[in-house]
């Protein structure tokens, strides 16, 4: 059984570009949100993605975007990329809503912008 | 989300239980409390949860507060692979994966 997956592993990006990250949930997951991790902190909540609508976003500009897939596999998109976006973005998938469900995570994708 | 506080850092010994405290006096009668750790370079690993029981499975053991103000994961028998940051969040059930992590504690068990 799958867990979660996400790619790239790692991308290196400029300033100004524009990147698109990709995630798999959890074999018979259907929730799925994004965090970002700066170096030395926790993970930031991004969005989360349900029946493929962003039901929650935390503080984030729009430049940060997101899209569901009838598969309920997920992309994060962040356009004109700015050197504080340098961070490790995780995918987490859960059962449903409900907070009482395990949330998986992924290993993350490491986004560097030079 | 209620607000949680955890010390910055901590060391065992190995074979030794491990007692990382968190602090939640905000939390509230619908907020569970959930333990991650994050091992260093992968995504956060789900441990344990608990509403106000206390909880224990193959991994750790979450003792909660009376009036659930604080609480305490429990490896009981650490070892070097446990080395990691955990932490500590709270969440209201209709929030399911907006997690607010805050900055965890470093754990390390030493030989």
């Known amino acids: 059984d799958a867990g979660v997956t996400q790619s790239p592993t790692h991308l290196i990006k400029t300033r100004g570009q524009q990147v698109t990250l990709r995630c798999s949930p959890k074999?018979?997951?259907?929730?799925v949100c994004w965090y970002q991790q700066a170096l030395g902190q926790g993970p930031q909540f991004i969005f989360q993605?349900?029946?493929?609508?962003?039901?929650q976003r935390g503080n984030f500009p729009d430049r940060f975007s997101g899209h569901q897939f009838p598969n309920y596999s997920s992309e994060l998109n962040v356009n004109a990329l700015l050197l504080g976006d340098s961070a490790l973005y995780l995918c987490?998938?859960?059962?449903?809503?409900?907070?009482?469900?395990?949330?998986?995570f992924g290993p993350g994708t490491r986004l560097t912008v030079l | 989300d209620a607000k949680t506080t955890q010390p910055p850092s901590m060391d065992c010994a190995e074979g030794r239980a491990a007692n990382l405290p968190c602090n939640h006096s905000?939390?509230?009668?619908?907020?569970?409390v959930y333990w991650y750790r994050q091992i260093h370079s992968q995504g956060p690993q789900y441990i344990i949860h608990?509403?106000?029981n206390n909880e224990t499975n193959e991994m750790a053991s979450l003792i909660i507060t009376e009036d659930r103000k604080s609480s305490t994961l429990i490896l009981p028998h650490a070892t070097l692979r446990d080395t990691a940051v955990y932490y500590c969040?709270?969440?209201?059930?209709?929030?399911?994966?907006?997690?607010?992590f805050g900055d965890g504690t470093t754990l390390t068990v030493k030989p």
């Open positions: 969040i709270v969440r209201v059930d209709t929030n399911a994966g907006k997690s607010t």
């Open positions: 074999s018979g997951h259907d929730t």
């Open positions: 608990g509403l106000k």
């Open positions: 987490a998938s859960s059962l449903s809503l409900r907070a009482t469900n395990e949330q998986f």
């Open positions: 993605y349900y029946e493929e609508e962003e039901r």
């Open positions: 905000t939390i509230s009668g619908n907020e569970y």
